[in-house]
């Protein structure tokens, strides 16, 4: 993904798959042949899962997309009532997008964006946009904000310049799916099991319990749309030896072991994301 580099590293190779859903409620045991129900933990595992996939996959595109260079954006767009209606939601971000395009394409050329939801603990939703000028590297771009709060005409605007920031899905990660650890949480009151991580905001350091906004999100909603010129990061398979060719002399900034047992089966999963730019 650019200047970040993702390792999935597995001690063993498991390509045998021991179940096969059948519905949102059902599954069949391969091994067996029998039909069984998801117990409720798992059908609510199952989908902390998705999101959390979902949300892998977002950060991949994020930082395949989008360099931290001064043609980027990161607008907000947010509602002054309390929308809830999800088709609402889309068709006033696709009337925008149109409007946005039309004006600035021919002004600065070829657009290409991402936008992400984000729900409130109220139950509204706010757009994350991200927004890349193509034929404008190498340039800052600027764009007026009462003209795009023009445009948007539901809510407060906010603009944010994307230059420097050399982990923009992090960076939106900290919005989007994390809940900010404040002085006065008593971490001893939490459910067990939260991982705290550290990321640095608009300048400043903060801390932010990961996945502490998932439950905000309805299952089945699509969480993010994006352009055509939005791409998905390349993946390889080597062993692991050969990582170094691509990453050389670099540590990883951040690390991730999971164990994995199951009867007389076990795995080490480690991940490993390395950012050239640090």
């Known amino acids: 993904m650019n200047h970040i580099v993702e390792v999935q590293h597995m001690e063993r190779m498991n390509r045998s798959n021991n179940i096969r859903k059948l519905d949102k409620d059902t599954y069949l045991n391969i091994s067996t042949g029998e039909v069984l129900e998801f117990k409720q933990s798992e059908v609510r595992s199952e989908s902390f899962n998705s999101l959390r996939q979902t949300f892998k996959k977002?950060?991949?595109l994020i930082n395949a997309n989008f360099l931290g260079e001064g043609n980027?954006?990161?607008?907000?767009l947010t509602y002054h009532k309390n929308m809830t209606d999800r088709k609402?939601?889309?068709t006033d971000f696709d009337k925008f997008m149109k409007k946005f395009r039309y004006k600035y394409g021919k002004e600065y050329g070829s657009i290409d964006y991402m936008t992400i939801v984000e729900p409130q603990e109220r139950g509204a939703w706010h757009h994350h946009l991200l927004i890349r000028f193509n034929d404008c590297v190498g340039q800052s771009?600027?764009?007026?904000?009462?003209?795009?709060?023009?445009?948007?005409?539901?809510?407060?605007?906010?603009?944010?310049s994307l230059r420097?920031?050399?982990?923009?899905?992090?960076?939106?990660?900290?919005?989007?799916?994390d809940v900010e650890l404040k002085e006065d949480t008593d971490i001893q009151?939490?459910?067990?099991?939260?991982?705290?991580?550290?990321?640095?905001?608009?300048?400043?350091?903060?801390?932010f319990i990961k996945g502490g906004r998932l439950h905000y999100y309805p299952s089945g909603m699509n969480l993010y749309r994006k352009s055509k010129g939005i791409v998905m990061?390349?993946?390889?398979?080597?062993?692991?030896?050969?990582?170094?060719?691509?990453?050389?002399?670099a540590k990883p900034h951040y690390t991730k072991t999971i164990v994995v047992e199951q009867d007389d089966f076990k795995n080490?999963?480690?991940?490993e994301q390395y950012n050239t730019k640090r």
């Open 58 to 60: 977002m950060r991949y």
């Open 72 to 76: 980027e954006l990161h607008i907000t």
């Open 88 to 90: 609402v939601l889309y």
């Open 141 to 160: 771009i600027y764009v007026p904000p009462n003209a795009v709060a023009e445009m948007w005409g539901h809510g407060f605007i906010k603009i944010k």
């Open 164 to 177: 420097g920031v050399d982990n923009i899905g992090a960076y939106l990660s900290a919005y989007l799916a």
């Open 189 to 207: 009151k939490l459910d067990g099991g939260i991982e705290v991580k550290t990321i640095e905001v608009d300048g400043q350091k903060k801390k």
């Open 233 to 249: 990061p390349e993946r390889k398979d080597m062993v692991y030896s050969d990582i170094k060719k691509i990453v050389g002399s």
């Open 268 to 271: 080490v999963i480690t991940y």
